[in-house]
């Protein structure tokens, strides 16, 4: 697991378009004899990107998504035919730090329109237990500091270690939509003939994810427990955004073996926090919140981190399953 550690996101898109200009020229061209017409070609690292372009983009982009269906998007490599298509692209978006060979290859592919959706929002670093009161004024719990210590080790990436910052913001609506104003922006610049369509598309996703955060704001208000525990820590931003307390199990690796301690602690916050669910995901097996339900009495359920969507997700596209994982919540956290 600590091949994959997550890179500080600081030295990021602006030096990868500063250094790589040359190439441009020839990508461009090339792309536009593609079979595609006009439209410009998008390249997007996974889906919650390829999420952002295909609704921003409209019916001026053709976009190919690095990750497929069903593929964990940390644990992908690229074959030589995705890694040219890259250099081929006329738009790049990535979110730094998630995929280690997406980034080297970006860095790579001289292609001038790239961005790093991690430079469009703030990030920050959160451990496998995070806890807020929303934005306006952040508490950080501290219960089970040293345990998060303890088992950070092994964490994919660097969630709550020293400068590494926690790259899951498309799972705050208010965080996404930050970033698709960005997303938004870039379009109009890498294809200004067709500015006017991005910023009606990015307006309408906008409005569309600040009514995402209402219904979670609303939905999420008054609950019996603000606890939820999850096999992958995925769901700082989110966690933080809304007043709850995320206690993940065994640092990010959602398939990891909780060891004895850990499942003990879990056991007591659950009590104590009158926690009821263990959530899991969909792209991973369930054997972790199973085995951790069985140990402690508590209920399964899945929170999807929306990596990718496949035919066992709970809903067609990024606003459905967002809406399925608040269910969810509502439900294990006793909304009144």
Same mark, same amino acid.
């Given at each position: 697991? %600590?091949?994959?550690?997550?890179?500080?996101?600081?030295?990021?898109?602006?030096?990868?378009?500063?250094?790589?200009?040359?190439?441009?020229?020839?990508?461009?061209?090339?792309?536009?004899?593609?079979?595609?017409?006009?439209?410009?070609?998008?390249?997007?690292?996974?889906?919650?990107?390829?999420?952002?372009?295909?609704?921003?983009?409209?019916?001026?982009?053709?976009?190919?998504?690095?990750?497929?269906?069903?593929?964990?998007?940390?644990?992908?490599?690229?074959?030589?035919?995705?890694?040219?298509?890259?250099?081929?692209?006329?738009?790049?978006?990535?979110?730094?730090?998630?995929?280690?060979?997406?980034?080297?290859?970006?860095?790579?592919?001289?292609?001038? %329109?790239?961005?790093?959706?991690?430079?469009?929002?703030?990030? #920050?670093?959160?451990?496998? #237990?995070?806890?807020?009161?929303?934005? #306006?004024?952040?508490?950080?719990?501290?219960?089970?500091?040293?345990?998060? *210590?303890?088992?950070?080790?092994?964490?994919?990436?660097?969630?709550?270690?020293?400068?590494?910052?926690?790259?899951?913001?498309?799972?705050?609506?208010?965080?996404?939509?930050?970033?698709?104003?960005?997303?938004?922006? !870039?379009?109009?610049?890498?294809?200004?003939?067709?500015?006017?369509?991005?910023?009606?598309?990015?307006?309408?996703?906008?409005? *569309?994810?600040?009514?995402?955060?209402?219904?979670?704001?609303?939905?999420?208000?008054?609950?019996?427990?603000?606890?939820?525990?999850?096999?992958?820590?995925?769901?700082?931003?989110?966690?933080?955004?809304?007043?709850?307390?995320?206690?993940?199990?065994?640092?990010?690796?959602?398939?990891? #073996?909780? !060891?004895?301690?850990?499942?003990? *602690?879990?056991?007591?916050?659950?009590?104590? *926090?009158?926690?009821?669910?263990?959530?899991?995901?969909?792209?991973?097996?369930?054997?972790?919140?199973?085995?951790?339900?069985?140990?402690?009495?508590?209920?399964?359920?899945?929170?999807?981190?929306?990596?990718?969507?496949?035919?066992?997700?709970?809903?067609?596209?990024?606003?459905?399953?967002?809406?399925?994982?608040?269910?969810?919540?509502?439900?294990?956290?006793?909304?009144?």
């Amino acid at each position: 697991m %600590n091949v994959r550690r997550l890179i500080p996101t600081t030295a990021v898109a602006g030096a990868v378009v500063l250094g790589l200009t040359a190439l441009s020229a020839c990508s461009t061209s090339d792309a536009a004899d593609g079979g595609d017409g006009d439209k410009l070609k998008v390249t997007a690292s996974f889906y919650p990107m390829q999420f952002l372009t295909e609704r921003i983009g409209g019916e001026h982009v053709s976009v190919t998504s690095l990750t497929k269906p069903g593929v964990e998007p940390h644990d992908l490599e690229l074959t030589p035919r995705q890694i040219g298509s890259i250099s081929e692209s006329d738009y790049v978006l990535y979110l730094k730090g998630i995929q280690p060979a997406v980034d080297d290859a970006i860095l790579q592919s001289g292609v001038k %329109n790239t961005v790093d959706a991690a430079t469009l929002t703030t990030l #920050e670093n959160h451990g496998s #237990e995070v806890s807020g009161h929303g934005h #306006e004024g952040d508490e950080h719990g501290h219960e089970g500091e040293e345990a998060h *210590e303890e088992h950070s080790e092994g964490d994919g990436h660097n969630h709550g270690e020293e400068g590494g910052a926690d790259p899951h913001i498309w799972l705050d609506p208010v965080k996404y939509a930050e970033v698709a104003k960005g997303v938004g922006k !870039s379009l109009e610049k890498a294809d200004p003939d067709h500015a006017a369509d991005y910023k009606k598309n990015t307006d309408a996703l906008v409005a *569309e994810l600040g009514e995402l955060n209402t219904a979670y704001k609303t939905g999420l208000k008054n609950t019996s427990t603000k606890t939820f525990i999850t096999t992958h820590s995925a769901f700082g931003y989110l966690a933080e955004r809304y007043g709850l307390t995320q206690q993940g199990i065994a640092g990010i690796d959602p398939e990891a #073996e909780p !060891s004895p301690a850990r499942i003990q *602690e879990i056991h007591t916050i659950a009590e104590k *926090e009158k926690a009821t669910t263990v959530f899991f995901e969909t792209l991973a097996s369930d054997k972790t919140a199973t085995t951790l339900a069985k140990d402690t009495g508590l209920k399964t359920g899945v929170l999807d981190p929306l990596e990718g969507i496949t035919d066992k997700s709970q809903g067609a596209d990024y606003i459905e399953v967002m809406e399925s994982n608040l269910a969810a919540l509502q439900k294990a956290l006793g909304a009144k």
